[in-house]
Nanobody, 125 residues
Framework: QVQLIESGGGLVQAGGSLRLSCAASGRTFTSLDFAWFRQAPGKERGSVAGIKWGAGETSYSDSVKGRFTISRDHAKNTVYLQMNNLKPEDTAVYYC??????????????????WGQGTQVTVSS
């Protein structure tokens, strides 16, 4: 089992920045994949970014590439999502998720086993 607790959401103006944190606990993470997903009202949950804990390989959705950065801190057992140049369309509940590692860092939310409670990000225009 893996427990995930997100923090760092809030209200920010367009063009601003936020950093989300996902504190993980419960087991050794070396073989796990972590990811951030988001869900806006009336929309399906979509992928944002993913990272392999051990190798550090990353993947991003096209809508956030160049603006968001996913990273992990081994000492703190935490995954981060640095979000820069935020846009109103980034407004959503952001979820951290984890799964036993796959060979390829795919980003289908149905393949992730453990989820956090979510944190709201609101970007005003």
């Amino acid at each position: 089992q893996v427990q995930l607790i997100e923090s760092g959401g809030g209200l920010v103006q367009a063009g601003g920045s936020l950093r989300l944190s996902c504190a993980a606990s419960g087991r050794t993470f070396t073989s796990l994949d972590f990811a951030w997903f988001r869900q806006a009202p009336g929309k399906e949950r979509g992928s944002v970014a993913g990272i392999k804990w051990g190798a550090g390989e990353t993947s991003y959705s096209d809508s956030v590439k160049g603006r968001f950065t996913i990273s992990r801190d081994h000492a703190k057992n935490t995954v981060y999502l640095q979000m820069n140049n935020l846009k109103p369309e980034d407004t959503a509940v952001y979820y951290c998720a984890a799964r036993n590692g796959w060979m390829v860092l795919t980003m289908n939310p149905s393949t992730f086993d453990w989820w956090g409670q979510g944190t709201q990000v609101t970007v005003s225009s």
